[in-house]
C-alpha cells in the first residue's frame, strides 16, 4: 500500500490565486516526519519543510503554508497569490522512526501557474 | 556548507556498457540512499546503506549495485545498463533525529539507448 499519497497528479491555476496541494500519509508508527520537496524545472529538489508527529501547530512562511491534521492523516501544502516561479513538482514524504531512516514518497503533483 | 554531490549531471550510454555513478557528503552522516525518478512514480529508493559496510536494497535492486567502503561515498553502479533503467537518479544523505532531513545531491539524467 502506498505510505504517501498525493492524488492530484497535475494543477493548473492562473497567477495570483491560491492552490492546495493534498498529502494523505499512512504510518503506525507515533514517532515520524513529513516534508515537502520542490522539484523545480531544473530537477534538484529544493526541501520545504518539515515537521514532526508531535507538533500538528500549522506553519506559515511567506506565501506557504502547511497545514497537519494526524485526525486525518493530512499535511496539505497551500501557496497563496501563486506566482509563475512556483511552477513545479511538488513532492511529500514520510520518514517514519520504525523503519530506519527510510524516505517515502509521493508520485508529486506538477503545478502550472499560467501568468 | 552541507552538500551532496553527485557526478555526472548528465550521461548518455549504451546497453550493456558498466557505468558508475558517484555520491559524496560532507556531513558525517551514516545513512546514504539511492532513488530513481519515473513520471508518475515519484522517487523510489533503490538501496540504501545504515553505515560504512552495511547497505541494503530497497523498493527497486535489481540491476544496480552499490557499495560503503567510506562514510562519505556511496557509489551507484550499474554492471549492464538497460534502456529501462533510463531515469532520473538522486543520491540522499540523511540526518536523523530531531533536525531529520534528507539533502539530496543534483540528479544525475541517465540516457541508456
Known amino acids: 500500500a502506498q505510505k504517501v499519497t498525493q492524488a492530484q497528479t497535475e494543477i493548473s491555476v492562473v497567477e495570483k490565486e491560491d492552490v492546495t496541494l493534498d498529502c494523505v500519509y499512512e504510518?503506525?508508527?507515533?514517532?515520524?516526519?513529513l516534508f515537502w520537496y520542490k522539484q523545480p524545472p531544473s530537477g534538484e529538489l529544493v526541501f520545504l519543510i518539515r515537521r514532526n508527529s508531535f507538533d500538528e501547530q500549522n506553519e506559515i512562511s511567506g506565501r506557504y503554508s502547511w497545514n497537519f491534521q494526524k485526525s486525518t492523516s493530512s499535511f496539505n501544502f497551500t501557496i497563496t497569490a501563486s506566482q509563475v516561479v512556483d511552477s513545479a513538482v511538488y513532492f511529500c514524504a514520510l520518514s517514519e522512526a520504525g523503519t530506519g531512516n527510510q524516505f517515502y514518497f509521493g508520485t508529486g503533483t506538477s503545478l502550472t501557474v499560467i501568468p | 556548507e552541507a552538500q551532496v554531490t553527485q557526478n555526472p549531471r548528465y550521461l548518455i550510454t549504451v546497453t550493456g556498457k558498466k557505468l558508475t555513478v558517484t555520491c559524496s557528503q560532507n556531513?558525517?552522516?551514516?545513512?546514504m540512499s539511492w532513488y530513481r525518478q519515473d513520471p508518475g512514480l515519484g522517487l523510489r529508493q533503490i538501496y540504501y546503506s545504515m553505515n560504512v559496510e552495511v547497505t541494503d536494497k530497497g523498493d527497486v535492486p535489481e540491476g544496480y549495485k552499490v557499495s560503503r567502503k567510506e562514510k562519505r561515498n556511496f557509489p551507484l553502479i550499474l554492471e549492464s545498463p538497460s534502456p529501462n533503467q533510463t531515469s532520473l537518479y538522486f543520491c540522499?544523505?540523511?540526518?536523523?533525529?530531531?533536525?531529520?532531513?534528507?539533502?539530496f545531491g543534483q540528479g544525475t539524467r541517465l540516457t541508456v539507448v
Open positions: 540522499a544523505s540523511v540526518s536523523w533525529g530531531g533536525r531529520t532531513e534528507a539533502f
Open positions: 556531513m558525517n552522516h551514516e545513512y
Open positions: 504510518t503506525r508508527d507515533t514517532t515520524y516526519y
